[in-house]
């Protein structure tokens, strides 16, 4: 925790859930008690914030171990579903990616550049039970003779079926627009021209990280909700940028901070993960998560009592013709207007529309603060993820 000022202990929270005391509230309802009661009120009556998203992470996956066959396989080459999988790793463990695309996708066969089924797609029929067929291939070695194996399966037959997510739940993201004079196709959606539409992919008020902008309370061994079982925080993410933009309340303007989570795709629920499909973009997939945010001093009081309208995100162009497509930041909004379905951009009125799907990021807050009350304790973070000086006295 470095230098963060702990008044309300993790242990005191911890013990208060076990009794059945514990105050928790969801962060959609945290800054109606910081209105009525202040910061130090909010600090002194809630012990726990619970957060949630429901959006597509494309750099999600999962490793699985087919367990062995007999005779024994070094699968060099493992296909779920048509999916290719990565089988670098050991005899019959494979990385299955969430945006690798069936190989001779029948969409794609009509529509070249599209698709229709994925990784993102295997995990959640496996989630959900459902046959999934297994090919595998090796070179054949003294240890591991079979060469060739095929078999119709489900998560039950195999021995490790572990969700391993690199980058996920992203500190606030881009609203996306296209000035240009085409339609485009993106992993932010379709995009038509000259501004006529907007797209964005972030929870708002729910979103964990923006609830915890400088990650206080979140780092490896952080409990979560991951796809309705539980789950950690194993690292931060991959292009973890904290030193970003931020506004005078601390909190992130535009992409900043991410996490590396992990869990047990047996324990998982299908409702809280679903294989997606871009048109034009590729395959990827929708995961929920959820995160308690214990509230040990009033900043944290303070941060999750920030509202949408509290909540900046960054509006850029996707049609620039950049090295990276995506050119200078245009404006910037509220996720109360983006929320409004429209926003007012550069003399021009656009409708707006999420990608990600706030019911689903309420029902995850909801469920998870269920999951306290019962007696889910919070996870002390053992490695703190990297952050930036906090200037005391920014929020409120």
Same mark, same amino acid.
């Given at each position: 925790?470095?230098?963060?000022?702990?008044?309300?202990?993790y242990?005191?929270?911890?013990?208060?859930?076990?009794?059945?005391?514990?105050?928790?509230?969801?962060?959609?309802?945290?800054?109606?008690?910081?209105?009525?009661?202040?910061?130090?009120?909010?600090?002194?009556?809630?012990?726990?914030?619970t %957060?949630?998203?429901?959006?597509?992470?494309?750099?999600?996956?999962?490793?699985? $171990?087919?367990?062995h !066959?007999?005779?024994r396989? =070094?699968?060099?080459?493992i296909?779920?579903?048509?999916?290719?999988?990565?089988?670098?790793?050991?005899?019959?463990?494979?990385?299955?990616?969430? %945006?690798?695309v069936?190989?001779d996708?029948?969409?794609n066969?009509?529509?070249?550049?599209?698709?229709?089924?994925?990784?993102?797609?295997?995990?959640?029929?496996?989630?959900?039970?459902?046959r999934?067929r297994?090919?595998?291939?090796g070179?054949? &070695?003294?240890?591991y003779p079979l =060469?060739e194996?095929?078999?119709?399966?489900?998560?039950?037959?195999?021995?490790?079926?572990?969700?391993? $997510?690199?980058r996920?739940a992203?500190?606030?993201?881009?609203?996306?627009v296209?000035?240009?004079?085409?339609?485009?196709?993106?992993?932010?959606?379709?995009?038509?021209?000259d501004m006529a539409?907007? +797209?964005?992919?972030?929870?708002?008020?729910?979103?964990?990280?923006? $609830?915890?902008?400088?990650?206080? &309370?979140?780092?490896?061994?952080?409990?979560?909700?991951?796809?309705?079982?539980?789950?950690?925080?194993?690292?931060?993410? %991959?292009?973890?940028?904290?030193?970003?933009?931020?506004?005078a $309340?601390g909190?992130?303007?535009?992409?900043?901070? +991410?996490?590396?989570?992990?869990?047990?795709?047996?324990?998982?629920?299908?409702r809280?993960?679903r294989?997606a499909?871009? &048109?034009?973009?590729?395959?990827s997939?929708?995961?929920?998560i959820?995160?308690?945010?214990?509230?040990?001093?009033?900043?944290?009081?303070?941060? +999750?009592?920030?509202s949408?309208?509290?909540l900046?995100?960054?509006?850029?162009?996707?049609?620039?013709? !950049?090295?990276?497509?995506i050119?200078?930041?245009?404006?910037?909004?509220?996720?109360?207007?983006?929320? %409004?379905?429209?926003?007012?951009?550069?003399?021009?009125?656009?409708?707006?529309?999420?990608?990600?799907?706030?019911?689903?990021?309420?029902?995850?807050a909801?469920?998870?603060?269920?999951?306290?009350?019962?007696?889910? !304790?919070?996870?002390?973070?053992?490695?703190?993820?990297?952050t930036?000086?906090?200037?005391k006295?920014?929020?409120?």
């Amino acid at each position: 925790m470095g230098d963060v000022e702990i008044k309300k202990s993790y242990e005191e929270i911890n013990q208060k859930i076990r009794e059945g005391r514990a105050v928790v509230v969801t962060a959609e309802e945290m800054p109606e008690i910081v209105k009525k009661e202040g910061v130090d009120g909010a600090f002194k009556k809630v012990d726990v914030v619970t %957060t949630g998203t429901f959006s597509a992470m494309c750099s999600s996956g999962a490793f699985i $171990n087919i367990g062995h !066959t007999k005779p024994r396989i =070094k699968a060099s080459k493992i296909w779920l579903n048509n999916v290719e999988a990565y089988g670098g790793i050991a005899a019959v463990d494979c990385y299955i990616g969430a %945006t690798q695309v069936q190989d001779d996708d029948p969409l794609n066969r009509v529509h070249p550049g599209k698709f229709k089924y994925g990784g993102g797609h295997v995990i959640e029929d496996l989630i959900a039970g459902k046959r999934v067929r297994l090919t595998a291939s090796g070179y054949g &070695t003294d240890c591991y003779p079979l =060469k060739e194996h095929e078999a119709m399966i489900t998560i039950n037959d195999l021995r490790n079926a572990i969700m391993f $997510n690199p980058r996920n739940a992203y500190q606030n993201y881009n609203c996306a627009v296209n000035c240009s004079r085409k339609t485009i196709y993106t992993y932010m959606g379709i995009l038509k021209p000259d501004m006529a539409n907007a +797209t964005y992919s972030t929870s708002g008020q729910l979103s964990p990280l923006l $609830n915890d902008p400088f990650y206080w &309370t979140i780092g490896t061994g952080t409990r979560i909700f991951l796809c309705g079982a539980a789950g950690s925080v194993v690292w931060h993410g %991959t292009q973890h940028a904290p030193d970003c933009k931020r506004g005078a $309340n601390g909190i992130p303007c535009e992409g900043a901070g +991410t996490l590396a989570v992990m869990g047990d795709m047996k324990q998982m629920d299908p409702r809280y993960v679903r294989g997606a499909s871009f &048109t034009g973009y590729g395959c990827s997939i929708m995961i929920g998560i959820g995160i308690p945010i214990p509230i040990i001093n009033e900043d944290m009081a303070y941060f +999750t009592g920030q509202s949408d309208r509290d909540l900046p995100c960054q509006v850029y162009d996707y049609g620039n013709e !950049t090295p990276y497509g995506i050119g200078k930041p245009l404006g910037e909004v509220t996720y109360a207007e983006l929320k %409004t379905g429209k926003i007012e951009l550069m003399g021009k009125t656009i409708d707006a529309s999420p990608l990600s799907s706030y019911p689903m990021a309420k029902k995850i807050a909801l469920e998870l603060k269920e999951w306290i009350m019962k007696g889910f !304790t919070i996870g002390v973070p053992q490695t703190p993820l990297p952050t930036v000086p906090y200037k005391k006295g920014t929020a409120g």
